[in-house]
């Protein structure tokens, strides 16, 4: 029980910097897309957490240890600090665009923004339960193994996907279409980062060479 109040309390104080900080941007409170914006969002992510808090420590470990800091190589460290000044832009131009009036976007695709951030938050959470080694560093651990099955099975990085159907989500949930430009760069880092850490899976995971030849997407099924 203690764990998991620290999860909630801290989700309290992320949600309540996380919607000052828009709110602010936008210039009022009266801004209902933010409000289930967060609400959608929290809940997306406190469930998976506690739940994976409680099966699973040591995933829950990895997904806490992220960041430009966490990663151990110099290219990673500045793709992941890339992509978060992208997702930091994404908020920032939608919290802009309400306050300034720039897009007219209609309520029901501000619900389906909605329902893409928790379709992709979704996916990621699914990812870590299929897979225990999926990080948000890229390394390979003394005895992971090779996952290929689930969504594995579909895409060689899922997370990835989950992750791209996320971005696009946030700005539309917020009410914003000139959100959706800071998506493009966000895309580009993580088409590099895909590259550059297959070059290490391929070097350090046992039987990964042979996974991609048979996964012969990485990130959309029939695409990429």
Not at 58 to 70: C, I, L, Q, Y
Not at 143 to 164: D, I, K
Request: glycine letters at 8%; proline letters at 4%.
């Amino acid at each position: 029980m203690k764990a998991t109040a620290k999860v909630l309390a801290f989700g309290l104080v992320e949600l309540a910097v996380f919607g000052l900080v828009l709110f602010l941007l936008a210039g009022t409170f009266d801004y209902w897309q933010a409000w289930v914006f967060l609400a959608v969002f929290a809940l997306s992510t406190w469930i998976p957490t506690i739940y994976l808090q409680q099966a699973n420590p040591d995933a829950h470990r990895r997904r806490k240890h992220a960041g430009p800091v966490a990663e151990t190589r110099a290219v990673q460290k500045l793709l992941i600090a890339c992509w978060y000044s992208s997702l930091a832009a994404m908020l920032l131009v939608s919290a802009l665009d309400h306050r300034f009036g720039w897009s007219s976007v209609p309520a029901v695709v501000c619900l389906v923004g909605d329902v893409l951030v928790i379709v992709g938050l979704g996916v990621t959470s699914l990812v870590v339960i299929q897979n225990s080694f999926a990080a948000s560093t890229v390394r390979v651990e003394t005895g992971q193994e090779l996952v290929s099955t689930g969504l594995y099975g579909l895409v060689r990085h899922p997370m990835y996907t989950g992750n791209v159907v996320t971005i696009v989500g946030f700005p539309l949930a917020l009410g914003s279409y000139w959100g959706l430009v800071p998506v493009i760069p966000g895309l580009i880092v993580l088409i590099v980062r895909i590259r550059d850490e297959e070059k290490l899976l391929v070097e350090e995971l046992d039987g990964y060479r042979e996974y991609a030849q048979k996964a012969r997407f990485r990130l959309v099924p029939h695409m990429w």
